[in-house]
């Protein structure tokens, strides 16, 4: 079974520009999650789908921050404008379903360096 | 809000020797508990978890750990270290109703040769 894709794995972009992140969930996972870990920071969710509806976005900033997961598989997460702050591994996440027995599977991630 | 804290950032064993991450909670209400493990350059992967059956809950890789509800606590533990242990190590709670993970700061373990 193939596991939670993301691309890119390594991005460096000038503080202002923008920048887009692409996942693709584990086939048949309704549910899919982002994260931002910040270097010595455990993850902390950004937003939270179920099929292509948002469940959760009350952590996201959404002044610059955007996601959509429009056919209820893959999904984008972009930033613009980034700024520094926003340097961080970009962590995507799925599950079927929202139980506590539905493993949530987490992709390798995309690192963000803001300069 | 449910929180976690991961006591010691780093934690430097020898090979063969006993593994013990810390890892206490804060919750108003009885949590479910979590560590998952990050591997360099890899995304994060589920050791074990606590679903409010058996207090101690075995997991992957000879890992294990223990609810203690009287000490708050979840510690995460391995008789005996191999170098493929090296990583970073997470906690994280989340409530029985909503299953949103919070994590802690993460411990990452250095195994000496």
């Known amino acids: 079974e193939a596991g939670v894709a993301q691309s890119p794995r390594y991005k460096i972009i000038e503080k202002r520009q923008s920048v887009a992140f692409w996942c693709n969930p584990i086939s048949g996972h309704a549910t899919l999650y982002w994260y931002q870990q910040i270097l010595g920071q455990g993850p902390k969710l950004l937003i939270q789908f179920q099929n292509n509806g948002v469940v959760d976005d009350s952590q996201l900033p959404k002044d610059r921050f955007s996601a959509e997961r429009l056919k209820g598989v893959d999904s984008t997460l972009k930033i613009q404008p980034a700024k520094l702050e926003d340097s961080a591994v970009y962590l995507c996440?799925?599950?079927?379903?929202?139980?506590?027995?539905?493993?949530?599977?987490f992709g390798p991630g995309t690192r963000l360096t803001v300069l | 809000a449910q929180s976690v804290t991961q006591l010691g950032s780093h934690v430097s064993v020898s090979e063969g020797a006993l593994v013990l991450l810390r890892c206490n909670y804060s919750?108003?209400?009885?949590?479910?508990l979590f560590w998952y493990v990050q591997y360099p350059n890899q995304g994060l992967q589920l050791l074990l978890k606590y679903t409010s059956a058996a207090t101690l809950v075995k997991g992957i890789n000879g890992f294990e750990a223990e609810f203690k509800k009287s000490e708050t606590s979840f510690h995460l533990t391995k008789p005996s270290a191999h170098m493929s242990d090296a990583a970073e190590y997470f906690c994280?709670?989340?409530?029985?109703?909503?299953?949103?993970?919070?994590f802690g700061a993460g411990t990452t373990v250095t195994v000496r040769a």
């Open positions: 996440a799925s599950s079927s379903g929202t139980s506590v027995n539905n493993e949530q599977f």
């Open positions: 994280a709670v989340s409530d029985q109703n909503d299953y949103k993970l919070s």
């Open positions: 919750s108003s209400v009885p949590p479910y």
